[in-house]
T-cell receptor
């Protein structure tokens, strides 16, 4: 089985722009979670989706949003980018919610 | 106080040594996860456990629910074990992560 894939792998954006990141889970996995990793804050939970429904949302501003499609693929969007949004964004999928998670390689976003 | 505390933050070992990384948590959990992150960012899930002990190759993970403590042991360490090891807990809330332990194994 193919692993979790994330596109793009690297991205450079300017302050004020918006960005959309994509995640394709392992085939058959219905749960997708997103995380942000920065040197200062470490790994932090962003969202969790299961069968197109958002189950949980982390403590992030409304500029961060996401969705999941019927084929379990997920996207996250960040609007009005700030320098502090520069981070590695990781997606993870699992068969069901609360099962072991399998992580993608991440998208490294740099905001200048 | 962080909900998940790991120790040590950094660890350097000689090849072949037995290594222990500790994780303490302060919240009720349904499961504890040990993750491995290599330079470049990729994260691999090593263990997900809710009680007792699990073993996979040279890696052993234990958890004591009463003491809210888990340990990750690496036997016969090897330079390829060099990575950041992250403890995370899940329960009524999504994954909460520790800050990680950076392990360097020197040949």
């Amino acid at each position: 089985k193919a692993g979790v894939t994330q596109t793009p792998r690297y991205l450079i954006k300017t302050r004020g722009q918006q960005v959309t990141l994509s995640c394709s889970p392992i085939s058959g996995h219905r749960s997708v979670s997103w995380y942000q990793q920065t040197p200062g804050q470490g790994l932090q939970f962003l969202f969790e989706y299961f069968s197109e429904t958002q189950r949980n949302k982390g403590n992030f501003p409304g500029r961060f949003s996401g969705r999941q499609f019927s084929n379990s693929r997920s996207e996250m969007n960040v609007s009005t980018l700030e320098l502090g949004d520069s981070a590695l964004y990781l997606c993870a999928s699992s068969l069901q919610a609360d099962y072991e998670q399998y992580f993608g390689p991440g998208t490294r976003l740099t905001v200048t | 106080k962080n909900e998940v505390e790991q120790s040590p933050q950094n660890l350097t070992a000689q090849e072949g040594e037995f290594i222990t990384i500790n994780c303490s948590y302060s919240v009720g959990i349904s499961a504890l996860h040990w993750l491995q992150q290599h330079p470049g960012g990729g994260i691999v899930s090593l263990f997900m456990l809710s009680s007792g002990k699990k073993k996979h190759g040279r890696l052993i993970a234990t958890i004591n629910i009463q003491e809210k403590h888990s340990s990750l042991h690496i036997t016969a360490s090897h330079p390829r074990d060099s990575a950041v090891y992250i403890c995370a807990v899940s329960g009524n809330t999504p994954l909460v992560f520790g800050k990680g332990t950076r392990l360097s194994v020197i040949a």
